[in-house]
């Protein structure tokens, strides 16, 4: 029925399309062995875009997907999950701009199944190019977008005892419309005897302001959010530098700040 939706959507001036997974495509045992929608579905959205008429896509999906040809053709892309009962409700919801989305991403959205496995805290080494562009996922892990756009601003961190340290900064809505957004605290470890990834997510909240509203976020870190497992498999606390970041995602890290753990 793709030559129905393309004909429909000459005549649309917006193409809504509910494309994704199913207890078919996406569950235990349903492995794949590429990361394209299933069946004929970028097919049918390459072909109403052509159309010039603008699309959003809704995704119902349970795992990431390539849509690396679906984000040249899209004007926004939801991604909804598998919703369950109130699933509908909240996708109508969004597209209506009756609420704000402020959803992040759990998982890294790879560009190619070449990329896999794509996620945000893999170790350092290799090359940090492919032959064929970027290394870095279509989408990465905590990334969402909002109807309003928000600034970070006067990152502090102050140490509060032996491995405690205050973080403390300033999260401003900078649109016209009220919404929330999930701020994202990182850290590395920047010298360390074995080897750690570049980032980890070790706080987050999410915090509602109205247009124009700036509120103060403070995290409070531990031993737990700095240490690792050393060459003996016991957890300590190395001393040395930690770089501090703080973002709206993995990849789009705001602030950032040098702490020192002392020798202990």
Not at 75 to 95: N, Q
Not at 156 to 174: H, I, M
Request: glycine share 10%.
């Amino acid at each position: 029925m793709i030559e129905d939706a393309v004909a429909i959507a000459k005549d649309a001036e917006l193409a809504i399309l509910v494309c994704g997974d199913n207890t078919v495509t996406s569950g235990e045992g349903r492995d794949r062995s590429k990361l394209v929608l299933a069946g004929r579905q970028r097919e049918l959205i390459l072909r109403v875009a052509e159309t010039g008429t603008p699309v959003v896509l809704v995704l119902e999906n349970g795992k990431a997907v390539d849509l690396s040809e679906e984000t040249s053709v899209c004007k926004a892309i939801v991604v909804a999950g598998f919703g369950g009962e109130y699933g509908a409700k909240a996708i109508v919801e969004t597209l209506a701009g009756d609420v704000n989305p402020a959803g992040r991403l759990s998982v890294s959205y790879p560009r190619h199944e070449g990329m896999v496995p794509c996620y945000y805290s893999r170790l350092p080494g290799g090359s940090s190019e492919y032959l064929e562009g970027h290394p870095t996922p279509m989408y990465p892990f905590g990334h969402g977008l909002s109807y309003t756009s928000f600034e970070y601003s006067n990152l502090s961190v102050k140490p509060l005892g032996a491995y405690d340290q205050e973080v403390t900064f300033t999260v401003k809505n900078v649109g016209q419309r009220d919404g929330d957004e999930v701020v994202q605290l990182y850290i590395n470890d920047i010298d360390s005897s074995v080897v750690t990834p570049e980032k980890l997510l070790r706080k987050f909240c999410r915090i509602s302001l109205s247009a124009g509203e700036s509120k103060q976020v403070t995290f409070t870190l531990s031993f737990d959010d700095f240490k690792l497992l050393g060459t003996d498999w016991k957890w300590k606390v190395e001393s040395g530098d930690f770089k501090i970041m703080v973002g709206a995602s993995s990849e789009d890290i705001r602030l950032s700040q040098v702490t020192e753990i002392g020798y202990f």
